[in-house]
């Protein structure tokens, strides 16, 4: 069933066209108001053929005015179902909230966007995950904000589209202009995941409005404790016995978007900041591929501030 859910939650399956890139695209608009009572939901479905400004081909507007666990609801589900078995369309999840406009581009294969500010181990991992086929996707460029930054070259030596772009005046975040122009250049290689790895700049309104809800972080604690600059020495310093990484979706708070994914690390007794940053760093280059891996086979969805895996 393609729809389902509880009063006070709208959660639904997107659509995922099925069909090569270069043959199609397709652009999906759901609009949900959902209650105890009733559903409205208005559906638009418009085949992109190389244009992104193209007029819906069809608008379906659905309405059960019945009580959510009855025919009605089910025949909704069931309509929606077949709506994209006709388009020749595969199911993944998504979770809106209780009133939601979502609208998604969906490209086949999967395209990342990767962000990092440093040496770039965790997109080493990450790409040679890629490489292997255990990530179905394709990094489609790697933007940094110092223009010295390993993760450039590590880029490069893989014949990935990478650029340096000037962060502006701001020590900890982009000015307007950086911030335009990083969206700008994430749009035009029409990522659907933005990767932050290493990235040291807080994204801020306008970003995080044009990819809500797809751009992913990973930190080096158990969110959510120590958030923050130096997780692993705060981790240190109060005499945790377990620590380890997190990866999870970014919001505009400080590390505190949904958690995707949590790796274990033990500190030991004669551990040093370098030497628990050190294990940390090789925990996260195996949980991060494996957490951008289902986001790309669309094996998550997410109801409020849980993750759930499909089993």
Same mark, same amino acid.
């Given at each position: ?47 992109? $053929? ?55 581009? %969906? ?16 997109? %080493? ?76 700049? %807080? ?84 949980? $991060? ?23």
């Amino acid at each position: 069933m393609i729809w389902r859910g509880r009063a006070g939650e709208s959660k639904f399956t997107g659509l995922r066209f099925g069909k090569q890139r270069a043959q199609s695209q397709a652009l999906l608009k759901i609009f949900v108001v959902w209650n105890s009572r009733s559903v409205w939901a208005a559906v638009t479905l418009a085949p992109l $053929y190389g244009c992104r400004k193209s007029i819906s081909s069809w608008t379906q507007f659905l309405r059960p005015t019945a009580p959510l666990k009855t025919a009605h609801s089910r025949c909704f589900a069931h309509l929606v179902s077949c709506l994209a078995i006709a388009f020749g369309f595969s199911a993944f999840p998504l979770v809106l909230p209780a009133r939601s406009v979502i609208q998604i581009v %969906v490209s086949n294969p999967f395209r990342l966007g990767v962000l990092g500010s440093g040496k770039g181990s965790n997109f %080493v991992a990450i790409a040679n995950a890629v490489a292997a086929g255990r990530i179905p996707a394709e990094i489609a460029l790697v933007l940094s904000d110092v223009e010295g930054a390993g993760i450039l070259a590590h880029a490069r030596e893989r014949k990935i589209p990478a650029q340096f772009i000037p962060p502006g005046k701001f020590r900890t975040k982009l000015d307007e202009d950086a911030e335009r122009a990083f969206v700008a250049a994430l749009q035009s290689a029409k990522v659907d995941l933005i990767v932050l790895a290493g990235f040291m700049r %807080v994204l801020k309104g306008d970003f995080l409005r044009a990819f809500e809800g797809r751009i992913v972080n990973i930190h080096p604690s158990l969110l959510p404790s120590f958030p923050g600059l130096e997780a692993w020495k705060q981790a240190l310093d109060h005499g945790v016995k377990v620590t380890g990484c997190t990866v999870h979706f970014v919001d505009a708070g400080v590390d505190a978007g949904p958690i995707i994914g949590q790796q274990t690390v033990p500190v030991l007794d004669n551990d040093t900041p370098e030497s628990l940053h050190q294990r940390i760093h090789a925990a996260e280059h195996e949980l $991060y591929p494996h957490c951008v891996a289902a986001i790309a086979r669309g094996e998550i969805s997410v109801t409020g501030r849980r993750v759930v895996w499909k089993k």
